[in-house]
Structures are given as C-alpha cells and as structure tokens.
C-alpha cells in the first residue's frame, strides 16, 4: 500500500488524475472502476480539462460504476448514473454505451448483482479501481459487517452512510436505505486501485485503512492486502498518521 501526502483537495485531485492520465494513455481501451461522492469531483474536473486541452483520449475507455441506489433510476439528479453523467461522461468524448453502472430499478437485485458481476468479467477485469471511502470505512456500499461479502448485492446502509449522504437530498427520509455495490472482493480483482480522502472528518478512518487490523469492520482495511494500491490523501486526512506514527 503506498500512500502519496497531498497538500489540499486540489493536489489530491490533480495526483489522482494524473494515474488515470497514464492509465489511459499505457491502455486506451482500459477498462476504468469510478466512484461517486464529493471526493472525486475534483479528480473528474482535471481529467475533463486535460480532455478539453486535447491532451486525454476517452473514445476507447470503458467504465464500471461501483454502485448505484436501489430505487433510482438514471434520470433522478440523486442517482449515481446521473452523477457519473453531469460530472464526467457529459463532458469528454467517452461513448457512453461502454459505461456501466449497476441498475438500481432491476426487478431482481440478485439477478443484476450476477449480470453486473459477468459484465466486469466479460470486460476482461478493472484495470484501475478509483475509490472515496465513507468515515465508516466503507468503500462501495460494503458497510462494516461481520464478513467480507463475495457477490455483489443488494445492501443495506447504515445510519451513518445514511445521515453523511442526506447532505444530497432534501429531506433524510428521501435518502434510499439500500444500494447495490460491487463487493470487496471484486474491488480486490482490479489490477490497480486507487482510494482518495480529504478532510479532517476521513483522518482517523485513513488511518484504521492504512495501519489498523484487517478487518471486514473496516472494509477498507482489505486493501492492505491488494498488491497495487496507493491511498492519496491531503494533510487534513493524513493528520491521525501523523500524530500516531509522527511521520
Ligand atoms: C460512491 C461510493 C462511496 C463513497 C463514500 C465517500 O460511489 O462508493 O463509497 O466513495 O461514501 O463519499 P464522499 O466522497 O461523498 O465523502
């Protein structure tokens, strides 16, 4: 696991950015694992940019979505297809039938959770995993449990991702209770992951992730064991590494 200190949000970005800049240019046909949330805003912009200066090639690059809310469909501004759309897809030459992201309004959760599963399979694998992670620890939708689940599926979020993701919809009640998320151990198979966190709220969680016990209690925690990841985070979210190993 190798951890890149950043500055602040911008740096975090721009570094960020600048592994999936070489991801596709070594791999234009690459596949690319995206997330959602506010922290890869900033890493979505500078790859846009660098689309805009003619510097970036989507045409060839496919992309699989971690998650989506069970519920939602791609044209309600919450749902993560609709994210992916506004702040990314819309903006660079990337043709939009090789993005995927898992179908909330499925009639069988199950079911999808297999399609989406053969679908990364039939993609040849993720060969670069973008990550947020939740100050819960989790990564996708794998909320803290008992167990590292095998297949994704239908899951239920927890309080605190419930009430950290409220800040998006009107009311709390509007937030959907469950998701369907890719599991840890497909997040696992990517060749290459790459988590981001910024602020001083992802601190102590950074540092659970990064030193803690491997532990289905922070699913995060599992990328200790991937052989290619790189956590990059800026120095609010490195603070609880530095008071507790003074690095
Ligand atoms: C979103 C996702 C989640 C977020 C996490 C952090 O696709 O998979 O795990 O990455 O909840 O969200 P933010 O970035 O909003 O703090």
């Not at 970005?13 to 922290?39: E, N």
């Not at 045409?59 to 501004?77: A, I, Q, R």
């Not at 995060?220 to 690095?247: C, F, N, W």
């Amino acid at each position: 696991m190798k951890i890149i200190r950043c500055k602040d949000y911008e740096d975090m970005s721009k570094k960020a950015a600048a592994l999936f800049f070489s991801q596709i240019h070594m791999k234009p046909d690459c596949v690319l694992g995206l997330a959602t949330g506010s922290t890869p805003v900033g890493t979505y912009k500078q790859l846009i940019k660098w689309y805009e200066e003619g510097e970036l090639d989507f045409s060839k690059v496919k992309s699989v979505n971690l998650d989506e809310y069970v519920g939602l469909d791609g044209t309600n501004d919450q749902s993560y297809r609709y994210f992916m759309n506004e702040n990314l897809f819309n903006h660079v030459n990337i043709d939009k039938a090789n993005t995927n992201v898992p179908n909330g309004k499925a009639d069988n959760m199950n079911e999808e959770a297999l399609r989406y599963e053969a679908l990364i399979e039939s993609l040849g694998g993720i060969d670069m995993q973008l990550l947020g992670i939740g100050n819960n620890g989790h990564i996708g939708f794998n909320e803290p449990s008992d167990a590292f689940d095998k297949i994704t599926h239908e899951v239920k979020l927890t309080d605190s991702t419930i009430h950290a993701n409220a800040r998006f919809f009107e009311t709390i009640d509007d937030v959907p209770k469950t998701a369907i998320s890719m599991v840890i151990g497909t997040i696992m198979k990517a060749k290459k992951v790459v988590l981001i966190a910024n602020g001083p709220k992802k601190a102590d969680i950074i540092y659970e992730t990064c030193f803690g016990p491997i532990t289905p209690n922070v699913p995060a925690s599992a990328l200790q064991m991937h052989p290619d990841a790189t956590i990059i985070v800026d120095e609010e979210a490195y603070a609880t590494i530095l008071a507790k190993r003074g690095e």
